[in-house]
């Protein structure tokens, strides 16, 4: 599924998750990490399938809380912390590791009821052709929809999340191609299917790592762990993962960024608070789907209802801006002039109309032109060019002329289609406002 969005070039659904929605995921998703971490900070069980679950068990398990435990987490997170700041990019993380082992197999502590890793298999895994048989394809298409959705998008979006951070760019589709490579070879040593993760990736990043190759050496260095050292191993304590963890996810709730939004945008900030419970309730991939799809019905709301300026002769020049913004702006007598800031679309044309109408109106003047400036209208399908054909023609009845002024190629293109130049005249991409406004003056003295 990865090597063919790759190759059909859908990557660009990730471009619908916008930095606000990072903002939320990454929150989202440093709340959920954390949450699963912290019953082992607690020296507790820990359980739960959601947020609302985990929290409530660990606040019932808090009375059981192992002091032993979690002094030695809270020692290691006071570690990690201050090693970051005396000592960055040194591997204070593999000493703490280190460290911890040494006292849990040679003293007391091991007697403390420290939860460690336990018993890891010796050996790299055997290499096997793929066993699935083409009857069983039916049963496992769904799910592995499911797990490429997930995958790519908690991939894409962790990535970002550190390419935000450290000032790279990211190719999404690229990422498609190695997802697919990946899961394409992990499924002859009979893995799991794979994926970026943002706790393991944001752990890589704390440790310093600039390049993909952190990646090579990380893996080799697993492949040397599982040879050698996994009698060493199995007396890990899971608290010193958790305090890793722990430490390299608190960046990723950025409360000033949150303040940013509420206070220069407040629609950005709910749709980052969206992103955030949704990934919270829901997961991963819901929540960041369910702020991209507000984001986009967001969108079409902003377009649906455009704003449609009405344009004044800035003194002393031959340029025209919004009359509302700047009413010291000159009328032109006689000359209405529009702008709509926005594509002209089957969904807000009758918007458009209405406001063009409301203002014609409300004139106390009577009109004989009205300039449509088109300047800021990438795009007119054929709805919208057929409502500016009934537009010339309820405006001529009431004997006030349409001109089209500063269209670009693609708009040209659909009014010419839809025979307009027949009613309009010429419709060209060098006739200005200013020179519609010349003619119609003239006319109008005339």
Not at 152 to 166: F, G, H, K, M, P
């Given at each position: 599924m990865a090597i063919l969005a790759y190759l059909l070039r859908l990557s660009g659904i990730i471009n619908f998750i916008s930095e606000t929605v990072l903002v939320g995921f990454k929150a989202g998703a440093a709340i959920t990490i954390g949450l699963t971490q912290l019953p082992k900070l607690f020296g507790v069980k820990g359980g739960g399938e959601n947020f609302l679950e985990r929290i409530i068990i660990l606040f019932q398990q808090l009375p059981d809380t192992n002091t032993a435990v979690f002094i030695f987490g809270v020692s290691s997170i006071i570690i990690l912390i201050i090693g970051e700041k005396m000592a960055p990019g040194k591997p204070v993380a593999i000493l703490i590791v280190i460290l911890s082992i040494i006292l849990i197999s040679t003293?007391?502590?091991g007697l403390q009821g420290f939860k460690t890793v336990g018993v890891i298999p010796t050996g790299l895994p055997q290499f096997h052709l793929p066993s699935l048989r083409i009857r069983d394809v039916d049963g496992v298409l769904p799910l592995a929809l499911a797990c490429f959705l997930l995958s790519?998008?908690?991939?894409?979006?962790?990535?970002?999340?550190?390419?935000?951070?450290?000032g790279y760019i990211i190719d999404p589709r690229q990422e498609l191609l190695a997802l697919g490579v990946a899961n394409a070879a992990v499924a002859f040593g009979r893995g799991y299917p794979v994926a970026g993760g943002l706790s393991q990736s944001a752990v890589n990043d704390t440790a310093g790592a600039k390049t993909?190759?952190?990646?090579?050496?990380?893996?080799?260095t697993i492949a040397l762990c599982l040879l050698f050292l996994t009698g060493f191993l199995q007396n890990l304590p899971t608290v010193i993962l958790a305090s890793i963890v722990l430490v390299a996810i608190r960046?990723?709730?950025?409360l000033d960024e949150m303040k940013h939004l509420y206070k220069i945008n407040k629609q950005e900030f709910y749709v980052a608070m969206i992103a955030l419970v949704g990934v919270l309730i829901w997961g991963i991939l819901t929540g960041v789907l369910l702020a991209a799809i507000v984001t986009l019905l967001l969108l079409i709301k902003s377009t649906s209802n455009p704003n449609v300026a009405f344009l004044g002769r800035i003194p002393g020049t031959k340029r025209y801006s919004d009359i509302e913004r700047h009413p010291d702006n000159e009328n032109i007598e006689g000359v209405l002039i529009v702008r709509v800031e926005s594509s002209i679309l089957y969904f807000n044309s009758e918007y458009i109309k209405e406001e063009i109408w409301t203002k014609i109106n409300h004139e106390t003047n009577p009109l004989k032109t009205i300039i449509l400036d088109l300047s800021s209208s990438p795009h007119i399908d054929i709805s919208g060019a057929r409502f500016l054909k009934q537009l010339f023609i309820d405006l001529n009845a009431k004997n006030i002329s349409l001109k089209i002024a500063e269209a670009r190629s693609e708009v040209r293109d659909i009014l010419r289609d839809e025979n307009l130049e027949s009613l309009l005249g010429h419709i060209s991409r060098f006739v200005s406002v200013d020179d519609l406004v010349v003619s119609a003056t003239k006319n109008n003295q005339a």
């Open positions: 003293t007391s502590l790519y998008i908690e991939s894409v979006s962790a990535a970002r999340t550190l390419a935000q951070d450290n993909p190759l952190s990646l090579l050496f990380a893996s080799a960046g990723l709730f950025d």
